[in-house]
């Protein structure tokens, strides 16, 4: 039987890992580095920080003309569509925007009235897709593909390894876990789950052997102001972050659907159990007062 072993590396913003089976560490780092690389990939053109990214290239033609598009980036707007349907609207890309007035670096909660102006640029329904491009009717909109671009790139990631014939181990991308197969003697991955208040501590370890884990919180960017924490994750009706829950984690078959269902629950405030439930994917979360809440895990 084969050693396991970790190889880690930054990539969008977030410590990663692939965890595999190897003869050794060279062998190890060889078998894992194509899947870095398409981490890489993803990261490059669809950072919103990159001016080259097509992502800013879409931005930047907000309010001109359409950008035509490559079918992996047409794939990524129609899921995105997908997405905005199912939560009703909540899950919406164009939001993105909303972090001109918030930086969860600096303890200050913005006013309604710097949030107008920006809300005003926002709408997924707004979002021209004609043929194969896009086009932003509004001087000023913006698309944002961190929603789920890196559980995107954990299945990428998981793919290539797949195809070169790991069957064992995960790919970890800051936590959004895919995972390949159980542990070389069949027996499943125990992966904890942070307690949203305690970052030294796992609130629940889960026991997964395929598929996918993913986590939305209000402890991963967020501010405190006279003793109210405002977490990233922003309800796009008021521009606002979600109060309703600490944390959501889920279990699905791949990464992007596992982020999209928790992030989404996130955003659904009280009825986050019934659309999770609908969802027929295995959950686990902790609300406003620390109560547990979960059902298959």
Known sequence: MQAMF?????????PCQVLLPAA???????????????????ETKYSRYRPDSVTSTINAAAGGPVVELDSETLALLHYAGQLYELSGGLFDITTGVLRKAWNFRVPRV???DELAPLLALTGWLR?????????????????DFGGFGKEYAAD???AILQTLGVRHGYVNLGGDMRVLGPQPDGSPWSIGIQDPRREERTMASIAVSSGALATSGDYERYIVVDRKRYCHILDPATGYPVTAWR???????????????????????AEAPAFLANSGNAWLAQDATGAMHGSGI
């Open 24 to 42: 050794g560490e060279a062998e190890a780092r060889a078998l894992a580095a194509p899947a870095i690389a398409e981490v890489r990939r993803i």
């Open 156 to 158: 990428r990631a998981a």
């Open 110 to 112: 913005p006013k309604a």
């Open 6 to 14: 970790t190889v880690e590396f930054q990539a969008m913003a977030s």
């Open 127 to 143: 979002v021209e897709r004609p043929g194969s491009g896009v086009r932003l009717p509004l001087a000023g909109m913006e698309l």
């Open 247 to 269: 944390s959501v984690s889920v279990l699905a078959p791949l990464a992007v659907a596992a982020g999209a269902c928790a992030t989404i629950a996130m955003l659904k405030g």
